[in-house]
């Protein structure tokens, strides 16, 4: 549903936020709880921020016809992967168009960026608009960043247990499914934005998704008082909304074959799945991997003793994790035409580990023993 107009100059005073976490670890989950909320906006995700902010200034001086064009361009230029489409957002192409020749004199780069998520529409109806959100997990990568472009925003990290989050990850063909690399690319996030809160704690929640399927309620309201919004019950009969959902069509089919807890109310049940269906091995490897971290985010090793076999086993996967995050890093910093090129390599990258490994989408195994 569309919300109220207003003026650009009421967009820009509007807080902004990002939820930022590993793929599967319930982002999706939050940002649906949070777009149901009357008083905020955030529309599926659509990773376009590196592109953007590596082709515009993080301020102009003076905002024209020729920065609209290209704002506009670069904003709905296709992306790597399906899932990630501008069409998503749903945006009012009208709306935005007026907002952005309401820009007057110098604007900030995420002043304009806002005004896009402020005209995307929601599938719940809105009353005035207080904050409006963009749910990427990718960003957790570019979340030292983001802090830069965009001022004062605030950031809601979530967890999932690295073991369950390999369960839920190794699913999909866009993730390479092995434990030793997903346990990595866990520890290196989670270390990240940990660092990052010790740095700027006003501005960041952590969360865990376990919490937030024990008891939604009470991890809806810290974050809803974190986000300056009052607590609103009605967030959770999200599910209500699946077959408006359904209607939607193409733009909504990719986001449902991934999300199907979207259809049912908030709930457990992939809670400590990782019981029945790892291996010891990938426990093990796991558990080595994410270290003392795991305790720190609540989550309890099974095996807390390493080894020098599991020390060479898993040396080649966390080289590779650590190589891949620092060539993203670097790649964040390059101008747009390379950014453009490198994110369409990605899709491939994928393809061609999965060949080599040989490993397709493997049906989930049980495990032999419980290692407990």
């Not at 992967?81 to 820009?103: C, H, M, P, Q, T």
């Not at 790892?278 to 991997?289: F, G, M, N, P, Q």
């Amino acid at each position: 549903m569309q919300h109220q107009e207003i003026s650009f100059q009421e967009v820009r005073s509007i807080p902004f936020f990002f939820i930022v976490g590993r793929p599967r670890s319930g982002t999706t989950l939050l940002r649906t709880l949070i777009d149901a909320h009357p008083n905020a906006i955030c529309p599926p995700e659509y990773a376009i921020l590196p592109y953007l902010y590596g082709r515009f200034p993080q301020f102009v001086t003076e905002w024209n016809d020729h920065y609209s064009k290209l704002f506009k361009e670069t904003m709905s230029a296709p992306l790597a992967f399906d899932f990630w489409k501008y069409e998503y957002l749903g945006v009012n192409e009208d709306a935005l168009s007026r907002l952005l020749d309401d820009i007057k004199g110098s604007v900030r780069f995420d002043e304009v960026y806002k005004a896009v998520y402020y005209c995307s529409t929601s599938l719940w109806p809105k009353e005035q608009i207080k904050v409006i959100g963009d749910k990427n997990p990718v960003y957790a990568l570019n979340a030292d960043r983001l802090l830069k472009f965009f001022q004062g925003a605030k950031f809601i990290h979530i967890t999932r247990d690295y073991r369950d989050n390999f369960v839920s990850m190794r699913k999909f063909e866009f993730e390479a499914p092995n434990v030793v690399l997903q346990a990595y690319r866990w520890k290196y996030l989670t270390k990240k934005l940990f660092n990052l809160q010790e740095k700027y704690p006003d501005q960041f929640l952590w969360i865990r998704h376990e919490d937030l399927a024990n008891d939604p309620e009470a991890i809806l309201r810290k974050v809803d008082t974190f986000l300056g919004i009052s607590y609103d019950e009605t967030v959770l009969n999200f599910h209500e909304k699946k077959e408006e959902l359904l209607k939607r069509g193409d733009s909504y089919d990719l986001i449902l074959k991934y999300h199907e807890s979207l259809t049912q109310p908030v709930n457990a049940s992939g809670v400590g799945k990782w019981k029945k269906v790892l291996t010891d091995s990938e426990v093990r490897k796991a558990d080595y991997i994410v270290g003392s971290l795991a305790e720190k985010c609540g989550y309890q090793r099974v095996y807390t003793k390493g080894s020098l076999g599991l020390w060479f086993s898993t040396l080649p996967m966390s080289l590779y994790g650590f190589l891949l995050y620092k060539a993203m890093e670097l790649g964040d910093r390059l101008p747009y035409i390379f950014k453009k090129y490198f994110g369409k390599a990605l899709p491939q990258l994928v393809k061609i580990y999965r060949f080599i490994t040989g490993k397709g989408n493997n049906p989930v195994q049980v495990r032999s023993s419980n290692a407990g």
